[in-house]
Antibody
């Protein structure tokens, strides 16, 4: 059974970097057709796809256009986990953040969620 | 970017009744790559339907999805007490971004 476990701080100061990790168990980066995603949810924005990383003979990263200048998603194959970094955060980035596996054109397994508040 | 609109915003029904939820896309979704999720308070979304009509593993057959192009529907044939939740549609088109609808809340009448 695939499980995703998120870790990282729940409070980030404005202008700082939000960093979260998602540990994968029961699967790997190299399973056919999978991609590893970050999604956030807030009352003002609803559910918002942030980006993904995946391997198809080489590594690919894709990001939401609105966040491209601030976001990085990195795989760590040695730990079987992937990370999210979002730079220069503002209170608008306050949200519940989820990692999720993408396969067969759906998000089929999700992490437990991390509530991140941007505040001084 | 494909924008998804869901209706109604809230659906008030009784257990045992049939629920019909609509999702409309601003442009054709290639390959009917549309999914439906259920979300309960404090939990992540749960995949119910993918590819417009395919039930995810473990999902009861009272949940069914259909549609193509720009119009899609999720039907719950007979509501069980555990089905009262918020439902989201999401499109997985040929390229990102993968957008979600604003949700339909199904609550107890």
């Amino acid at each position: 059974q695939v499980q995703l476990h998120q870790s990282g701080p729940g409070l980030v100061s404005p202008s700082q970097t939000l960093s979260l990790a998602c540990a994968i168990s029961g699967d790997s980066f190299f399973t056919d057709g999978v991609a590893w995603n970050w999604i956030r949810q807030s009352p003002s924005r609803g559910l918002e796809w942030l980006g993904r990383t995946y391997f198809r003979s080489k590594w690919y990263n894709e990001y939401a256009e609105s966040l491209k200048s601030r976001i990085t998603i990195n795989p760590d194959t040695s730990k079987n986990q992937f990370s999210l970094q979002l730079n220069s955060v503002t209170p608008e980035d306050t949200a519940m953040y989820y990692c999720a596996r993408g396969r067969y054109s759906s998000f089929d397994f999700w992490g437990q969620g991390t509530m991140v508040t941007v505040s001084s | 970017e494909i924008v998804l609109t869901q209706s109604p915003g809230t659906l008030s029904l009784s257990p045992g009744e049939r629920a019909t939820l609509s999702c409309r896309a601003s442009q054709t979704i290639t390959g009917s790559l549309l999914a439906w999720f259920q979300q309960k308070p404090g939990l992540p979304p749960r995949l119910l339907i993918y590819g417009a009509s395919r039930r995810a593993p473990g999902i009861p057959d009272r949940f069914s999805g259909y549609g193509s192009g720009t119009d899609f529907t999720l039907t719950i044939s007979r509501l069980e007490p555990e089905d009262f939740a918020v439902y989201y549609c999401q499109q997985f088109g040929s390229s990102p971004p993968f957008t979600f609808g604003p949700g339909t809340k199904v609550d107890i009448k």
